[in-house]
Each structure stands twice: as structure tokens, then as C-alpha cells.
């Protein structure tokens, strides 16, 4: 397996959230080979955990790695005495942050760090990232090699084990698996529900309203579902990381978040695997909002939080954020040759902007350029950078 972008202090306890599959236990595993190992998938272990969680920490001794936390909340209390009593280094993964973040920051508050880890960063696989998006072009024999990736990359995401697979078979019959467990029995198990249908139906809807205003009326009409069951499946979704939400970055900080948020998938492989046909633009801009989230999740992209734009006159922007008092504005277009209209959104944002304004355009040729103060970078630029 190849190594991650995600840096771990070795020296403090940890947990890492991610996705089902992300590669949270191999790189555990990798990284510190020498400590005992569970995971609280296994019944024995989760059923040992339940009845005597002080008794299962003597046993796996101070070096320790719990997978799938999650599953038993309530051994944090016991992760807190082992550190605090017994010197312990303990490191935990999480594939769903229900009823986990808020036990963990209540019982472990200062004694550890918390993480993400995504599914791959595009071109992680690779090697260490090569340069800043923003700061410096990339080598162009590295767009290059991602262009030639793009359209295979955009179809089956960025799953590690998909990454160990060269047939498209074989990268299908894996997603589907992922499907069929991760993305759905998961899911019903989480949320206490048992309505494969009705699930799929809103799996089916988000997909085909990306980059649309999440209106959870319209799911629960789609799915045939009552509007709690609908709101309980999406939340629950974001929960596992299977996807994130961007909100206006147009309403005041007190307002962002009661009003419309958007959805994406947290990685294209995940489209695929429910079968739905999409058209390449909505791919395009899912996975290029992703790759934005992964680098914000690692730490490499220094915000709290992404946002999109819409003004009072219907004129959109894909992505906002902001880092070092610096207003980021990106637009995202399924275009060789940009004109001058697809740029007037951002112009027209910078205007009204008191701060200053960075503003970017990612299409899908090869070269750099500029229009109207906006600069034009070629998405599999995106390749390999940070």
C-alpha cells in the first residue's frame, strides 16, 4: 500500500474519521506495526468491550489500535483512564461520527487529536504532493499523465482498493460491493431502519441534484418516505462520510447554516456504484468539490469550512472559502476553451468583495491562461497537488 498525506503526531492518542474503506486501518497498521490490534466489527471483541472494558485494556497493554470505535462509544471513558492511569498511546478509527464526536470531545477532550481521512487524494498514490493549486502551475508532464486518468478517475473515484485494480470489471464489481455493504447495510444499521427501497430512492435523487439546493420535502416525495425518515437517512449519510455539504456563503454566519445547503459525494466511486447516468459536467464538478474537501479535511487547505454562492439575481459560484483573510472563488466548467461569460460570476462577486479576492477557473484543457483578472487552470492540474 502506498503512503498517505495524512500526518499523524506520534507522540498523542488519536482518532480517524473517514468513509468505510478510506484506508484508516491500513495506515494504522502501517505506521505503527507494533501495537496490538481490534476492530469492534468483531462480536467478540465488541461483546469483551461491553462487559469489562477495563479488563480488555490490561490485556492489549499501552500501544494500542481500536477500529471501528464507533460501534461501542462508550469505551472512550475506558480509553481516558488508560491514558491518564496507564500511560497509553492509543489510536482509534471511526466510519461514522454519530454519537462518536460528541462522547469523545466530552470524555477526551486534550488527550487527543482528531483526524479525517478521505478516500485518495488524486495522485496521492502516486507520491508527496508536487506543488500548491493556487501558488505555482503544475509540471506539465504531470497534467499530462492526469488528463489521460481523468475520465477513468471521474467514473470510479479514488477508493484505495480501487486504485489496486487496472480492469474496469474489476473496479466495477468492487464498487458494487461497496454498495451492497458499506453504502447501504451500513447505513440502515446506523440509522435503525430497514427500507432498502426507500433508501436508494434518496441515494438515486442526490446523485441527480448535484450542485442543486437540498430540499429534504422533494426526497421524502422522491423516496416515498415520511420527511423525519428522509432527514434521519441524509444526516446519516453526512455522519458517514459518504457526503458533505456546502452552505451560502451569501447568508450572514448566523444564517449559513438554517438555510439551503448543497450535497456532494464525498468520492465519484460512489456515484458509479448505484448505476445512475450522469452527465460528465455533474461529474466533473463533484469530484473537483471533493478533491477541494480532502485537502480541507488534511489540513492542506486551511479553512473551517466550504461554501458555495448565489446572489439575490440567480449568479452562482461553485466554491468559496476563505484562508488567511483571503477570499477563494472558484468556478468549475466542463469546457476546452473558456470565454469571457464563464468568468463573469466570479468578476462580478470580487466587486461587491471588501476583502481581497482570489478568483479561479478550473476547466477541463491542458494549458494555464487568464481572463479578466480570473485564472484558468486545467483540472488535471489538480493531479498530485496540494
Same mark, same amino acid.
Given at each position: ?8 503526531? /506520534? ?15 491500513? !495506515? ?10 481490534? /476492530? &469492534? ?23 494500542? @489500535? #481500536? ?15 488508560? #491514558? ?25 477532550? *486534550? ?6 481521512? +478521505? ?9 508527496? +504532493? ?22 477513468? %478517475? ?5 477508493? +484505495? ?25 451500513? &447505513? ?21 441534484? #448535484?450542485? $442543486? ?10 423516496? *416515498?418516505?415520511?420527511?423525519?425518515? /428522509? ?8 455522519? $458517514? ?11 450572514? +454566519? ?8 448543497? %450535497?456532494?459525494?464525498?468520492?465519484? *466511486? @460512489?456515484? /458509479? $456504484? ?45 466554491? @468559496? ?5 483571503? @477570499? ?32 479561479? !477557473? ?13 485564472? #484558468? ?10
Amino acid at each position: 500500500m502506498f503512503e498517505r498525506w495524512l500526518k499523524i503526531k /506520534t507522540k498523542k492518542s488519536g482518532l480517524i474519521i473517514g468513509p468505510r474503506r478510506s484506508g484508516k486501518t491500513t !495506515l494504522l497498521k502501517m505506521r505503527f506495526p507494533d501495537y496490538n490490534y481490534i /476492530t &469492534l466489527d468483531n462480536l467478540d471483541y465488541l461483546n469483551w468491550a461491553t462487559r469489562d472494558a477495563k479488563g480488555l485494556f490490561d490485556q492489549l497493554g499501552p500501544e494500542v @489500535i #481500536i477500529d471501528e470505535i464507533q460501534r461501542k462509544p462508550e469505551l472512550t471513558i475506558a480509553v481516558k483512564y488508560a #491514558i491518564d492511569n496507564q500511560n497509553a498511546h492509543i489510536l482509534m478509527t471511526g466510519s461514522s461520527s454519530v454519537g462518536l464526536l460528541g462522547a469523545t470531545a466530552d470524555t477526551l477532550a *486534550g488527550r487527543i487529536q482528531i483526524y479525517s481521512l +478521505p478516500t485518495v487524494c488524486w495522485g496521492e498514490n502516486i507520491g508527496p +504532493p508536487t506543488n500548491n493549486i493556487f501558488e505555482s502551475n503544475t509540471n506539465p508532464i504531470h497534467i499530462k499523465h492526469g488528463q489521460r486518468k481523468l475520465m477513468d %478517475t471521474l467514473k470510479y473515484g479514488l477508493f +484505495p482498493e480501487i486504485l489496486m485494480h487496472n480492469k474496469p470489471e474489476d473496479k466495477m464489481e468492487l464498487l458494487q460491493n461497496y454498495r451492497d455493504t458499506y453504502f447501504t447495510r451500513d &447505513l440502515m444499521q446506523l440509522s435503525n431502519m430497514e427500507n432498502m427501497e426507500g433508501l436508494l430512492a434518496i441515494f438515486h435523487h442526490l446523485a441527480r441534484t #448535484i450542485g $442543486s439546493h437540498l430540499e429534504i420535502s422533494n426526497f421524502a416525495r422522491e423516496a *416515498g418516505l415520511s420527511h423525519p425518515t /428522509t432527514k434521519k437517512y441524509l444526516n446519516n449519510m453526512h455522519y $458517514s462520510e459518504l457526503t458533505f455539504r456546502l452552505y451560502g456563503y451569501q447568508y450572514g +454566519p448566523a444564517k449559513r447554516f438554517v438555510k439551503a445547503a448543497k %450535497t456532494y459525494f464525498s468520492d465519484n *466511486g @460512489i456515484l /458509479t $456504484s448505484l448505476n445512475i447516468l450522469l452527465n460528465e459536467g455533474q461529474l466533473l464538478e463533484n469530484f473537483v468539490i471533493s478533491e477541494f474537501e480532502k485537502r480541507r479535511k488534511l489540513g492542506i487547505i486551511k479553512c473551517d469550512r466550504l461554501y458555495y454562492y448565489k446572489s439575490a439575481a440567480g449568479r452562482e459560484i461553485d466554491l @468559496i472559502f476563505e484562508s488567511d483573510n483571503v @477570499i477563494y472563488a472558484i468556478e468549475i466548467k466542463n469546457t476546452l476553451r473558456p470565454v469571457g461569460r464563464d468568468v463573469s460570476n466570479l468578476v462580478e462577486f470580487s466587486k461587491g468583495m471588501k476583502k481581497k479576492v482570489k478568483m479561479f !477557473l478550473f476547466y477541463t484543457g491542458e494549458e494555464y491562461g487568464s481572463i479578466k483578472e480570473v485564472q #484558468i487552470i486545467p483540472v488535471a492540474a489538480l493531479y498530485r497537488a496540494q
